[in-house]
């Protein structure tokens, strides 16, 4: 390895970092993958382009693609249709060791009777490399992950985080153009999770290695990606970046599946100059009602974030119960409070409230110090500014 320029560790040394590393894009060009025996695609003309250094997550719920999608490009699943370019190269057909990637497995994929320095070398053992490159470039990495002390060590005397960046450290040796992280942290436990994910964005940033990794936890996408891909039933749903796709949501399902609580979907009736939601009007965009009209809708379906509605009554600490036989109906949607969250500064709220004739769960995000009793009732409207408006019949996003 090539380093000259000073970095600062994860363990507080300054390390060296690399120059003269090759960063790629990665292009999946209407790439196709169908399983023998299937008419249906895994993954169907999937588009995406990444940049040189780009971390890009791609997520989505199980059997998604994503997974397929990944192993596409390292060259485990064959391409039906469509290209996979790597820089300029089409790797398409290509084998995988031609391809210059290292892969990260959920598994860690470790050999248990090496030792960690072993496990990190091996690869460059098998390509030739002399062992004096060999244990030079395992030692650098060794300092990079904060395991120089475990060097001598073999797995099973490694807790699961610390295994984890072996398998990293064996990507890291080997100086790829990309690499593939195929949901790396699913075993670990979740307080692990959250500082080992902190530490794979940091060193990827630090590597600047173009680094495709999929996942099926969207705050692990949204915390750790440049961009974030969101895939359904093998179609590319969007891609953008995580605050963008956080405000605009390009469909029903992005909408719902990215954020955390998700967003509130809730279905009604288009009326003069917005929609109905309990007892008050709530404005939206011109261009929203003419599209909804356009498609002959009646209704749309509203998406409000749990911490974009406005309570009407919260009295003290505890919510205000109104009575249903007052003469003036209270502005905005009934809540009845089911479950309480309280996280300290803020608490969620999970409710249910009757739209059209149904019963809809919500959940509002309120004060950490005016959090309401179980079995009270919230009067909520949504901030008109903050709202999401989407096609009830396509899902498309309607609102600006």
Known sequence: MDYTTPLLGSSGTFLPVKE???????????????????????????????????????????G????????????????????????????????????????????????????????MGFA????????????????????????????????????????Q??????????????????????????KLRVSTRTQIASLQRRLGITTVYVTHDQVEAMTMGDRVAVLKDGLLQQVDSPRSMYDRP???????FIGSPAMNLVEVPITDGGVKFGN???????????????KGDRTVTVGVRPEHFDVVELNGSAAKSLSKDTEDAPAG???????????GADGYVYGSAQVG???KDLVVRVGGRSVPDKGAELHVVPRPGEIHVFSTSTGERLSD
Do not use: W
């Open 20 to 62: 003269n590393i090759t960063m790629a894009t990665v292009t999946f060009d209407k790439a196709t993958r169908i399983y023998p025996g299937t008419d249906k695609p895994a993954v169907d003309q999937l588009e995406i382009e990444t940049q040189d250094g780009e971390f890009l997550v791609l997520v989505g719920p199980s």
């Open 64 to 119: 998604c693609g994503k997974s397929t999608s990944l192993r596409m490009l390292a060259g485990l699943e064959d391409v039906n249709a469509g290209s996979i370019r790597i820089g300029d190269r089409d790797v398409t057909h290509l084998p995988p060791k031609d391809r210059d990637i290292a892969m990260v497995f959920q598994n860690y994929a470790l050999y248990p009777h090496m030792s960690v320095a072993d496990n």
């Open 124 to 163: 460059l053992k098998i390509a030739g490399v002399n062992k004096s490159d060999i244990r030079k470039k395992v030692e650098e990495a060794a300092k990079i992950l904060d395991l120089s002390d475990y060097l001598d060590r073999k797995p099973k005397a490694l807790s699961g985080g610390q295994r």
């Open 165 to 190: 960046r072996v398998a990293m450290g064996r990507a890291i040796v080997r100086e790829p153009q990309v690499f593939l992280m195929d949901e790396p942290l699913s075993n670990l436990d979740a």
């Open 250 to 256: 390009a469909n029903l399902f992005v909408a719902g």
């Open 280 to 294: 008050s009007v709530v404005p939206i965009s011109r261009e929203a009602l003419s599209a909804a009209a356009d």
């Open 333 to 343: 949607l009934a809540v009845s409070v089911n479950v309480v969250e309280e996280l």
């Open 357 to 359: 004739g149904e019963h």
